[in-house]
């Protein structure tokens, strides 16, 4: 699982789900203007009923977490036919759903009740919105950024012995034209690659480099991943876990 993963919409789905498990515990009715007879009554809420404590409050926060998991897992799972994340989607619906009804049929709504309608509203709305609006796409915790790798060769030597003082050039860095017999000169050779680190905007699966259809792993943002090769307009990206694979499509990377 990869913490790096979850997005603004998944904080927002963590942060709905604790304030409605909070909500089951506090007062479903009210007593309107009667605070003093309030005080003394010992008023329900929503574990009084265990089917709205655990049919409604508490399938709301399961849903919400299902939401949540779905998101650190590697690689999409499921379940007897099902996705995690959208069966948890259709729980975060269905508690907001019986909470509005429930509120519109109280005489005097609690804060019990109240509260806990808007936070399934909330994380249900969140649930349904992330993977459509970019701006809850963006990683919860941003990744630190690594400092960019330097290609084999790179490094210049330091002053030995015969050049006191002198900065000498690494093998491969000089790109002035060669001169060949007859005085005509020879283009210089292409630069070669260079390693980078890149991180990637959405979800993108990696192939094998064998050109086999089934993915080997899938690039979560918020993670940086070294590119190794460039192989046309795709790239030879390594995970952290040392697996190698083709990432096809590089559009809208961030490079590091």
Known sequence: ??????????????????????????????????????AQLNLPNAWDDLGLGLGTYMAGVVGGALVVFTRLLPAPRKVAGLEPGAF????????????????????????????????????AAAAIATPLVPALQTALVPAPKPAAPQPYGAQQPQPGYGYPGAQQQPYGAQHQPTQAYGGQPQPAPAAEFSPFWFAVPVPRPLYAEDGSAAPIAELAPGTWYLAVEQRGTALVAQTQDGRRGVLQDASGIQRG
């Open 1 to 38: 699982m990869n913490i790096r993963s979850l997005t603004r919409g998944d904080g927002v789905v963590i942060g709905a789900a604790v304030v409605l498990f909070i909500a089951s515990f506090l007062d479903l009715t009210g007593c309107g203007s009667a605070s003093a007879i309030c």
């Open 88 to 123: 948890g989607t259709a729980l975060t619906v269905a508690a907001a759903w019986v909470l509005l009804w429930t509120l519109i049929d109280a005489n005097e709504a609690g804060a019990g009740l109240v509260l806990g309608f808007f936070a399934a509203l909330v994380m």
